[in-house]
Every structure is written in structure tokens, then in C-alpha cells.
């Protein structure tokens, strides 16, 4: 439960050569992190609608990434089940002239979150120490001639930790998440996205050839990280290889985040409660012979409306899984055919599951269906047993 180990605060040095981003913090899958996940999404809507009800401090979350790290994903999985009137997404891409004509970090104080406010910052001005790094655009900008002689990229580094304090110590927190990708898992994604015409959009001719400086991005990504974590504007790195467990650790992330400030709701002082009391004693007296009945209020009413989200994604949540183990069983019967086709005989359940996992990677290695593995459940398997029963009819029919 804890993020600690992915933490960046100033003091431990990052080694990007060392970061397993396949790791899951020992969770084996999928389904056993649903209900830490979901958990989490409630205790950070009700810390929200604190922090919003409370306008005492404002939050950004910095997220950066390789391309098809999965940054769209969390974002919209972690924060979508939060009031839209305290949370604004941010994009930040390539600068445009009027952009470049200032200083780096001019486009972002208007992307700044009001006191109550939570911003998301998808990219940021860590893209001027990392694609600016990787690339050194800053030796086209006409500058003064101090600025020539400068080290840019470093001073940069200073720049941003005396912004990010400078913002912390005027009431807005500062929290960057690096979602870390492996080499191999960003080239399956990236053959995935060609391969389906349906995630043909998400993928550039850019992208690609981004591919090919990996090594200096690691070096940025790692040098940036060790040199603006700070103990009040921490990195997080979080292992972006398996979608589902990066989701987990930023709403994790989140919470944490959220807890830290521990909004409260705000109490009215004695004078508005009194006169609130007298407003709420006249109203009555004007409902007169109609009278003021508990039970007419709306029966659909939520007696705790912050579930509310929640509990319907809690309900997406499970339709999500009965697909999931729907598409499973297609799957099953896809790759029992195979076998059978081919002669093969069945000794136990382990050689389906095996089959489907041929036919799952065969398949769409980016969709994100369960792994068939020992955590296959039992009455899958049972049911793929059953169907086995009158596969022969089924090849017959074919
Ligand atoms: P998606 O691809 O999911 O829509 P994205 O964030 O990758 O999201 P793109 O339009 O593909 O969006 O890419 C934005 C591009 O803008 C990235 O390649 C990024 O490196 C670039 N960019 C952002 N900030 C800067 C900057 N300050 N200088 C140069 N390039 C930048
Ligand atoms: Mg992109």
C-alpha cells in the first residue's frame, strides 16, 4: 500500500538503469488491485470536494512520460470520477511562436489552479529539460548575449525548483509523476497501435523517430528527476509497464497527496449558524398548513452523495470484469479448436490456458484483457470444461 519506494524528495539518487517498470509492488494482478483502486477513488473524491469546499490551497500534478506510457489513461481512469467544476486537464505541446517569444515558464502561469483548484498538468516545462535537453532547441532562441554564454539546461533545473517553491510557499503544491516505460513494452504498444485501425490515430511519424534518442532521454528523465525532487515538490516514478498498477500507485499518488493537506470542510461562524437557524425557523412557518414532512424529500436522494461516482464506477468496474471474463471464454473456445485442429491433445487445464495466452498475445497485446494464468477463475475454467464437451459439434458446424 505504500508509495515511499517510488518517492523522489531530494535526498535518495534515482538510477533510471536500476527501475524495474515492470514491477507491481508484489499485487500479482489485475483483479486484486480493483478494490484497493476503487477505494482509493472515493477517498479522493471526498478529499476533493474538501479541498474545493475549503479554497485554501491549490494542487498540480505533473505528469511525464516517453510516448504510450499510458499517461492519457491514468489521468482519465484516476480523476474522472471528480467534480469537472475543481479539476482542469492542462496539454502542453510543442510551444507556438507567441509561446516561444517568452520565457519557458510564462505559458504556464495561466494554467496555474485558483485555491481549491486541482490542475493536471499532461506534460509541462520539464519538456525543456527533457525534449529541449535531448535536442538543445534552446540554441535556435535569440536571446542576449548573457544568455549565450550560460548553461542553460542546467540553470533551467535551478529555475524550476525556485518556481516550484516559490509556488509552494504561495499555496499551491507542486507533484510530478514520471510514468516510466520500458524500451520493449513502448515498441509492443507502438506495433499495437499499427496494427489496429482503431488505435491508428495515437501513433506519429514523430513518435518513432523520438525512439531513436531513448538513451538521452533516459539520461534526462534521470538527471531531471535528481535534480528537481525536493522534499515539498517530490517525483514520483511510477512503473508503467503493466497499465493497471501504474493507475494504482497514481491514485495512490493522489490520495496521499490529498491526505497531506487534509482539507476540511469549512464550519460557519456562530452568526451565520444563528441566522441560518432563524431563516430555517421562518421557512417552516411559511409552509403553514402544508407543514414540513421528512419523508417528501427525493427517495432517490443519496444519503452520502460523494459515493456517488464511486459507486458507479464500482458498477462500470464489474461490467467491465463479466466482459472481460466473457471475451476469456471466447478466447478459450478460439484456442481450444486450435488444438483440436491440430491434432493436439488436452491433458489439463494448464494446456488451455496456455493456448490462450498464445492467442491473446497473437491478438491484441495492448488490449487489456485479463492474463490467463493461474488466477484464471475456477468457474472459467469449469465452464471452458463444459464447452469442451460439445466442441466436436462446434467444429462440425463450422
Ligand atoms: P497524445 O499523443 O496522447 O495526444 P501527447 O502529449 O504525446 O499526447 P502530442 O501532440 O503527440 O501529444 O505531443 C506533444 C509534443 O509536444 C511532444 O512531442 C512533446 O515533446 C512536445 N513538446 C511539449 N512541450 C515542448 C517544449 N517546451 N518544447 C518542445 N517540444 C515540446
Ligand atoms: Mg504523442
Redesign the pocket.
Known sequence: MGISRYAYKGKRRFRIDDFDCGDTDGIKNRGDAVDEFVANLVAINKKQQKLYAERKEGVIFVFQAM?AAG??GVIRTVFSTLSPHGVKEY?????SSEEKSHD?LWRFWSALPPRGFISIF??SYY??VL??KVHA?YKNDIVPDRMKEADIIEERYRQIVDFERYLYETGTRVVKIFLNVSKNEQARRFISRIDTPRKNW?I?S?DLKERDYWDDYMEAFETMVNKTSTERSPWYVVPADHKWFARLLVSRIVKKTLEEIDPKFPVLDQGTQESLADYRAKLIESLGDAGYHEQEKNPTEFADPSMIPAEMLQRELMMKQEEDDKKLKEKGFKAVRKLLASNYIIHSAQDIMDAISQEQEAEDPEDEVPQPSEELPEETVAEIREGLKDIDERLDNE
Do not use: Q
Not at 91 to 95: A, D
Open positions: 510516448d499517461k492519457d496539454c502542453f505541446k510543442v510551444p519557458f499532461n506534460r519538456e525543456d525534449v529541449g532547441f495515437k506519429s514523430g
